[in-house]
């Protein structure tokens, strides 16, 4: 009896912990997307009305803004590039650790990972005087290599686990049956890769789109949407704020949400 | 269709994991031949050596009269099926079946015609439009087969095509494939660790032993004439028994001693077992068990009776041994009581204790 209802007991406080997790991040995106889409005035009202009046004041204030359009065209424009540049570079070296045994293989994995453990605020001096020498600061480009650099681990990790979910034997059967190892690749590998890779280059892609840090240090003139709204958010009103807040959260959680699928299987779990 | 011939086959795995130790086998053209071991004897390596999948370490291959060793695998005019059966998810059955064709560029009514043969070959005519995660394994596995057959290559190659059936499946799958592939008369390797299979299916069976060929015989020669304790062990169901025993001249008949008891042996000459230490092998089947003693009967007592249906199995002791004993399906004996048993002197194979190897005798 006592076990039972201690083991309801531990269901209940899940089920709690599980919630009041969830609130937390939903409350603020709730009142972000209520915000931005109310008026300009009824931001500053109080109380919230729960239903509130729907409006695209305060996102076509927002968009009105000056150098808004401008860091939001560049911030598809690095993100773009950078996806590009990720998966060309990371696609190979996933699908290499996926399927080729070489030593210190294991060491390379912990290598790529360990990117993310290093500080990028340590290297943000350096770096901004390196890219300034080779001219490519405050560009586009720059900001995309540097993107590039920052979402590397993720799409040589998210596309090797990708690539192990797809049986050797397949590829070995396409090879007795008169492929060579890339027509073996583009005839059987890729089409069963392809929904994982499209997740992984959507992921690369929202990696940049969200970054901030990197993207303050580097750019100056030519911002992006996340650095813009960063530099202007001590003297912009509230509105902007907000509906700055929900045109970065949007498409970020649009996409997690699409590729959930794929990050599980990132961190192990059985995709397919 | 062709022969196949493996010389010296040397096959390593790093630095010091020997997975196929100086493989010398030649396989008829038209022959189906069964390598069989337990896990890890470097059968599947070997056939992956023929396939094109590993790079050799030392030692030529040859299909028919072309030294294949350096060729990748879609130059050898090979076909394999895997065990996993590997059929193309994103493809229809038919397109899957199909693929070795399309690959060899042929035309669009010759492949069609050859993947609706393989088809009915195999029963799967009706699957042609579905998907692989709409069939069963037993269905995925005759694709498999049929995609390998389809592009009529030289050698046909199979690794434990059956393995992932379940019994009674895999049971109707073997008798079948043994058909298709004697219809077909092509050269055929295949890889099995159920000795049950190797038995039934090959024409000849070369039994493998951490990468050794152990012996290359016809089924029954392997089950009946071990070349040395490993294969009598392993091949065969139950294994056969083997006992430490000695022969002696006795006087007149020579005299097989075991721990258990001694019974004479009918032969002139006992030369090459004379003052020898040796194992005494004997199948389950070639040991009479009968309730009552009697001259030459060795006395054994009952630790377990497995009925069967056909036959008892029984476990006996006699002395230090255990022996595994085929009785009639009518004979009962109770737990622990005597039995007596008569030894088939004629089905004796005698092994050297020390090297495990087959005495000639």
């Known amino acids: 009896m006592s076990g039972e209802s201690s083991a309801r007991m ?157 049986s050797e034997e397949l590829e070995e059967a396409a090879m007795t049956l008169g492929c060579n190892r890339l027509t073996a690749f583009r005839k059987v590998v890729l089409p069963l890769a392809l929904p994982g890779l499209a997740a992984a280059a959507i992921f690369t892609w929202i990696i940049s789109w969200n970054e901030v840090f990197a993207a303050s240090i580097l750019t100056l003139r030519n911002r992006t949407l996340p650095a813009q709204v960063l530099a202007a958010l001590t003297q912009s009103p509230l509105p902007f704020q907000f509906a700055g807040g929900f045109v970065l959260l949007a498409p970020a959680l649009v996409v997690i949400f699409v590729i959930r699928k794929y990050l599980f299987s990132l961190w192990g779990r059985v995709s397919r | 269709m062709a022969e196949v011939r493996f010389e010296h086959v040397r096959k390593k795995f790093g630095r010091d994991v020997v997975a196929v130790d100086d493989v010398d086998l030649t396989v008829e053209e038209g022959e189906f031949v069964v390598l069989v071991g337990p896990s890890g004897c470097g059968k599947t390596t070997l056939l992956r050596c023929l396939a094109g999948l590993e790079q050799l370490n030392g030692g030529r291959v040859w299909i028919g009269d072309r030294d294949v060793t350096s060729l990748p695998p879609r130059s050898r005019r090979i076909a394999m099926v895997f065990q996993s059966y590997a059929v193309f998810p994103h493809l229809k059955v038919g397109d899957n079946i199909a693929f070795g064709l399309r690959m060899q560029k042929e035309q669009d009514a010759e492949i069609k015609r050859r993947v609706a043969q393989a088809a009915e070959m195999l029963h799967i005519d009706h699957l042609l439009d579905r998907y692989s995660a709409q069939l069963s394994g037993g269905q995925r596995q005759r694709v498999a087969v049929a995609r390998a057959i389809a592009t009529k290559a030289d050698v046909l190659l199979m690794d434990e095509p059956l393995s992932n059936l379940d019994a009674l499946l895999r049971l109707e799958a073997r008798a079948e494939l043994k058909r298709l592939v004697q219809e077909l008369g092509v050269t055929t390797i295949y890889v099995t660790h159920d000795q049950i299979e190797a038995l039934s299916m090959g024409d000849r069976i070369a039994v493998m032993d951490g990468g050794r060929l152990v012996q290359v015989d016809s089924p029954l020669t392997v089950y009946d004439d071990p070349a040395d304790i490993f294969v009598g062990s392993f091949i065969g169901n139950p294994p056969m028994n083997f006992v430490e025993a000695t022969v002696e001249p006795g006087d007149g008949t020579p005299v097989v001693r075991l721990s258990g008891g001694s019974f004479p042996l009918p032969i002139d000459d006992i030369g090459p077992l004379a003052e020898r230490e040796l194992m005494l092998g004997i199948r389950a089947e070639n040991i009479e068990v009968r309730k009552e003693p009697a001259e030459a009967l060795i006395r054994a007592s009952v630790v377990v009776l497995e009925p069967l249906g056909s036959h008892n199995l029984l476990t006996v002791k006699t002395g230090n041994d255990v022996l595994k004993v085929a009785a009639r399906a009518d004979l009962f004996p109770p737990r622990d009581s005597d039995v007596w048993l008569r030894i088939d002197p004629e089905r004796i194979r005698w092994m050297d204790r020390q090297s495990r190897e087959a005495i000639a005798s």
């Open chain 1, 10 to 166: 531990r269901t209940i406080l899940l089920h709690a912990g599980a919630v009041a997790m969830a609130l937390w991040i939903l409350v603020p995106i709730y009142f972000i997307t209520a915000a931005a889409f109310s008026t300009q005035e009824a931001v500053f009202g109080y109380p919230k009305p729960l239903v509130p009046q729907i409006s695209t004041g305060t996102l076509e204030f927002f968009l009105g803004a000056s150098g808004v359009l401008p860091s939001f065209r560049r911030s598809v424009v690095v993100a773009f590039v950078t996806l590009g540049l990720a998966v060309a570079i990371g696609t190979p070296a996933g699908y290499a650790l996926a399927r080729f045994r070489f030593r210190g293989s294991d060491t390379f994995r912990l290598l790529i990972v360990s990117t993310r453990a290093f500080p990028i605020v340590i290297l943000s001096i350096p770096l901004a005087v390196t890219f300034i020498r080779f001219g490519i600061d405050d560009s586009s480009f720059g900001l995309a290599l540097m993107h590039t650099a920052l979402a590397l681990p993720f799409t040589v990790l998210v596309t090797s686990s990708v690539f192990a979910g797809i």
